[in-house]
């Protein structure tokens, strides 16, 4: 088993939407960011609506999605290039 890291983030710019599909109040929004590893960097998005994230990078293992679903109390993490989920 692969040992967990700490990766923190960096939002560079948002695109909130007040009146889309959460209606008034923008609590939903998509940013490009920049997920940092140690000494990596790597250019990622994010994306919320309705309490829902999609958050998606790329690295030199391949790319990540993480889908958080706490309505569902669920955490999807899905690696394409190693066909899991």
């Known amino acids: 088993?692969?040992?967990t890291r700490k990766v923190t983030g960096l939002w560079l710019g948002v695109a909130a939407?007040?009146?889309g599909p959460a209606g008034p109040g923008g609590r939903s929004f998509s940013a490009?960011?920049?997920v940092k590893d140690d000494a990596k960097i790597m250019p990622g998005k994010i994306l919320v609506s309705n309490g829902?994230?999609?958050q998606e990078f790329t690295d030199e293992r391949g790319?990540?999605?993480?889908i958080v679903?706490?309505?569902l109390k669920l955490v999807w993490v899905i690696l394409p290039l190693q066909g899991t989920t």
Do not use: A, C
Not at 63 to 66: E, H, K, L, Y
């Open 17 to 19: 939407d007040p009146d």
């Open 63 to 66: 790319q990540t999605i993480t």
């Open 1 to 3: 088993m692969e040992r």
């Open 69 to 71: 679903r706490p309505d």
């Open 52 to 54: 829902k994230m999609r």
């Open 32 to 34: 490009s960011m920049l």
